[in-house]
């Protein structure tokens, strides 16, 4: 029979081990973070009823969605009533909806799990890919303190992915909302164009911005476009930029209510322990014109930021308006975990782990089998990640394996050592190795793997 | 605009906060057990190419798979090129043979992953559950003595689980084979047959089993079916029923190559330190007639025998020969989360969690928001899972949510409180409160929760 070439489908995720481990281990970091900020786990199917997923119409074709289909139902020539989920708020909402009666509120939900979209295959364009989702949910209303939580917790989980440093960029849409009232800027288009070009302000001196926003297509007046630069072009500390919001004085309500929610933001954030040199009010972050309504999130690694957003996220006003009359609003942030793992590899700040096996008790005489499988046991029985090596082959072959495995320590007993109570231990890295008695092989190894 | 309902596709996966800790719980408890026994993770694609995924010829219709299609592929009128996995065995075997030369063999990997059947919708069916893997693959050879290893993950697995007794039973395959080719029952289609009667001596007198056996249908004589019931109706410690099997004295390669297995895996069991009380030589089981050739186990809820086997497994010749040329053996078990987790609460055995939030720092005075958000940094800084209720509802509100949500201990202070530099810690399952220094909340914390 003709062999099957093994492979994956473009776009897909899949790991060698000693990737799959590091994979892992920010997918753990990430979770224990967010349990630690009082999130719960919440886990929804990877398919949806159709016409529940898509009910916003038109986004179908746009979100490139897969469709799923039995053997069954294909033969019957059924059309797909099924379809996986693209991102995982859409879920969320139908959730919330669903069992609103059974949840407590506010509900603070955390939520891993792979997302699917139907992309053309190019590199860099994934059809599988993590998603890393926190969401507070209230009923009716939610302070604004919440708000400030969400930095608290990207401080937390980026402190602890050890990614080097980075910076929380938040703001609040109602100001660039009340701004762009007060200028008469009403044009939701020419909005999105206007605080594109803005953007650039990092690149660009302020005069090439302006004939930007004056130029064909957004076609701001002078005053307008110099006016747009004096608010959101401002950079400085956290109590300078509301200083400066305060000194521009609009008289717009919406502004006001921004203005006010980012000073509430930032006394709650500091309160939280949050420092400074994390986090900085950015006025020029919006985060798409329609989904947010209020504060507005973005996280930068400071020495790769042309990974653009590595965490984001924001405050909405009504989570599941499709499915219940039930007003619910909330915030929320997301970590794209696979673009970012892959972004993390390439710029060398993520490499591959060593093994989670932290110890191999490898066989060095078979007649001393029962003595390494007691030992094995001795040492899972501790809390140590332990695989014992079960095949009778040669000691370069087996220390050759941990080599390749990336299992750090191998343990190693002779009759000699047996005779003297103790095993060797082999740093594989280090390339050293150490007599350690049986009665203290946990404990080195506590020691030794924290 | 009229409302959606929200729902989710029948025999899907989806659980309430509550029931969804203790789900998670369960995997947490399972992979920790896995990766302690020397298991890297693995996960594969929840899709993959249709003619790698199917390439058993006929197996499609019969395995019930979902097919899945991107919107531009159906709009183009493609038949759909991708599958979701329906199990997890399939998936390693393409991984293996695809990375072969990358990987270090004996390849060790736990896979908890969600798989999917097409089924037809109806109690208890599930098109969508979590299987919980572990299999050791070798290249051309892997020793008898892995077989042992097996049921030593089990019997940790299950006793962590904490899900009362449980008895994990084991044959060698080749015994069976070997006695039906002994006794000339040579279709294999009357041989599972035969099994499936010899199951009922649990229930049925020998004499109702051998009328079973001769009857229409199966129609062994009389005396192969007294042979049979002889043989593998045979119950006993290990001891005996290898001297039993010995007793026997089959003249027939295979049986006698079974049973020397059998003995190998009797005896690396006990070095790996399993007690008997868990384990029992169980020479009916066979787990179906052909993926399966030698050692195969099936573990058993005492108390709770009619779900049947909670996880089983065996030893296979060869992985991917679809894939590859080389050969690959293995030995491995499965966990079927899902159908055990639903079996389990129908049964009372497992319920419904606490909370993963371990603390609720309450808000009693809004003037003191700030020493509450103090106290919950604080909380989280020790390892506690700290939710901090941030809006300013009464006392009574927020203890309800906390009853609600699951949360044991609800943190409290007023100014009197402050004053002295305590908390109250209320406990809401126990309905006590006791005050506690500010200093030692984090150890108190530990102490309370383990």
């Given at each position: 029979m003709a062999l099957i070439t093994p492979r994956t489908p473009a776009g897909t995720m899949e790991l060698l081990p000693r990737r799959q481990v590091t994979f892992q281990r920010m997918l753990d970091t990430i979770r224990r973070n967010y349990e630690r900020f009082g999130f719960i786990p919440l886990e929804t199917p990877v398919f949806e009823v159709a016409d529940v997923l898509l009910s916003k119409s038109g986004g179908e074709t746009e979100k490139q969605v897969y469709f799923v289909q039995s053997t069954g139902a294909i033969e019957q020539g059924h059309k797909p009533d099924l379809a996986m989920r693209f991102d995982l708020t859409v879920p969320t909402a139908r959730y919330v909806a669903q069992y609103e009666r059974e949840l407590a509120f506010p509900f603070r939900r955390y939520q891993m799990q792979r997302v699917y979209r139907g992309e053309r295959a190019q590199k860099g364009r994934y059809r599988e890919f993590y998603q890393c989702d926190i969401d507070v949910i209230g009923k009716d209303s939610l302070p604004v303190a919440y708000d400030a939580e969400m930095p608290a917790v990207i401080y937390s989980v980026f402190t602890e992915l050890n990614v080097g440093p980075f910076q929380i960029n938040f703001n609040n849409r109602k100001i660039l909302l009340g701004m762009f009232e007060a200028l008469g800027v009403t044009d939701p288009g020419i909005r999105i164009l206007v605080l594109r070009q803005v953007d650039k302000l990092d690149k660009l001196s302020r005069e090439d911005v302006l004939n930007l926003l004056t130029a064909d297509g957004i076609a701001l007046s002078g005053e307008q476009a110099a006016s747009v630069l004096d608010m959101i072009g401002f950079s400085g500390s956290s109590a300078d930029t509301l200083a400066h919001l305060d000194r521009l004085g609009l008289d717009n309500d919406l502004f006001k209510e921004g203005v006010?929610?980012?000073?509430?933001?930032?006394?709650?954030?500091?309160?939280?322990?949050?420092?400074?040199?994390?986090?900085?009010?950015?006025?020029?972050?919006?985060?798409?014109?329609?989904?947010?309504?209020?504060?507005?999130?973005?996280?930068?690694?400071?020495?790769?930021?042309?990974?653009?957003?590595?965490?984001?996220?924001?405050?909405?006003?009504?989570?599941?308006?499709?499915?219940?009359?039930?007003?619910?609003?909330?915030?929320?942030?997301?970590?794209?975990?696979?673009?970012?793992?892959?972004?993390?590899?390439?710029?060398?700040?993520?490499?591959?782990?060593?093994?989670?096996?932290?110890?191999?008790?490898?066989?060095?005489?078979?007649?001393?089998?029962?003595?390494?499988?007691?030992?094995?046991?001795?040492?899972?029985?501790?809390?140590?990640?332990?695989?014992?090596?079960?095949?009778?082959?040669?000691?370069?072959?087996?220390?050759?394996?941990?080599?390749?495995?990336?299992?750090?320590?191998?343990?190693?007993?002779?009759?000699?050592?047996?005779?003297?109570?103790?095993?060797?231990?082999?740093?594989?890295?280090?390339?050293?190795?150490?007599?350690?008695?049986?009665?203290?092989?946990?404990?080195?190894?506590?020691?030794?793997?924290?």
């Open positions: 006010e929610e980012l000073r509430q933001v930032v006394a709650a954030l500091i309160a939280f322990g949050v420092p400074e040199t994390h986090w900085r009010i950015n006025l020029a972050i919006a985060r798409g014109l329609d989904y947010y309504t209020g504060t507005v999130y973005e996280t930068f690694l400071t020495d790769h930021r042309s990974l653009g957003s590595v965490c984001s996220g924001g405050r909405y006003e009504n989570l599941a308006g499709l499915y219940t009359k039930s007003k619910l609003p909330g915030v929320g942030i997301s970590i794209g975990l696979t673009r970012l793992f892959y972004a993390l590899e390439q710029a060398g700040i993520v490499k591959d782990g060593d093994s989670s096996v932290q110890a191999l008790v490898t066989q060095f005489d078979p007649s001393l089998l029962n003595d390494y499988l007691a030992i094995g046991a001795a040492l899972r029985q501790g809390g140590v990640n332990t695989e014992i090596y079960l095949s009778p082959d040669k000691p370069a072959k087996q220390f050759k394996y941990a080599d390749k495995a990336g299992i750090r320590y191998a343990v190693i007993m002779g009759s000699d050592e047996k005779a003297k109570g103790e095993v060797l231990v082999k740093d594989m890295v280090a390339g050293t190795q150490e007599a350690v008695k049986l009665g203290e092989l946990v404990g080195w190894f506590k020691g030794a793997i924290g």
